[in-house]
C-alpha cells in the first residue's frame, strides 16, 4: 500500500517563506514526519516536490498502477492548472488536496481549485499539522484501488 505526496510550486520554501502565513516547519521536516507517520501506519510514502507544471503531470502518470492514494499541495497550480487536474483524473487514483493556509479567508484568487470537486476531500488553515491528517486519513480510509 503507497501513498504518494506531493508538492508544488514554492513548497520547497516552506519554513522560510512567509512564515506569518505558512507557519516555520521545512518541507523537509514535513516529508520525514510524514515518513515515520506512514511507516508506523504500516504504508509506504513516496514524496515527491516540483516548481514545474510538467514535472507533476510526468510524476502523476508515473504513479499509474503503482499507488493507492495522492496527497497533493499543488500550491499556485491549485489555481490555475487544468493539466495537473487532467493527470489526476487520468490516472484514476483518488487524492485529497491539501493548503497548509485558509485560502478561503486570502485573496479571491485563491478561492477557486481545479481540485476541489474532485478530490476525496480538501484540508485547509490546519498548517502543516494538514499533512498529518492527510496521511493518516489516506492510511485509514482510502480504499486500495486495482489491487
Ligand atoms: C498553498 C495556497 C496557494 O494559494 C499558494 O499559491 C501556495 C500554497 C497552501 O499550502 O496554503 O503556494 O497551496
Redesign the pocket.
Known amino acids: 500500500r503507497t501513498i504518494l505526496l506531493i508538492n508544488?510550486?514554492?513548497?520547497n520554501l516552506?519554513g522560510t517563506r512567509e512564515p506569518h502565513?505558512?507557519g516555520g516547519t521545512t518541507l523537509a521536516d514535513v516529508v520525514s514526519e510524514a515518513e515515520s507517520q506512514a511507516s508506523s501506519l504500516g504504508v509506504f510514502l513516496q514524496s515527491f516536490q516540483s516548481n514545474h507544471e510538467g514535472a507533476i503531470v510526468d510524476r502523476i502518470q508515473e504513479a499509474r498502477g503503482n499507488v493507492d492514494a495522492i496527497v497533493i499541495?499543488?500550491?499556485?497550480?491549485?489555481?490555475t492548472s487544468v493539466a495537473i487536474r487532467d493527470a489526476l483524473l487520468g490516472v484514476d487514483i483518488p487524492f485529497v488536496e491539501?493548503?497548509?493556509?485558509?485560502?478561503h479567508a486570502?485573496?479571491p484568487?485563491?478561492h477557486h481549485s481545479y481540485f476541489q470537486d474532485k478530490a476525496v476531500a480538501v484540508i485547509?488553515?490546519l498548517g502543516t499539522y494538514?499533512y498529518t491528517a492527510a496521511i493518516g486519513f489516506a492510511a485509514k480510509h482510502m480504499k486500495i484501488k486495482g489491487k
Open positions: 508544488g510550486p514554492n513548497l516552506l502565513i505558512y499541495n499543488p500550491g499556485a497550480f491549485t489555481h491539501l493548503h497548509v493556509s485558509n485560502v486570502r485573496e484568487f485563491r485547509c488553515g494538514g
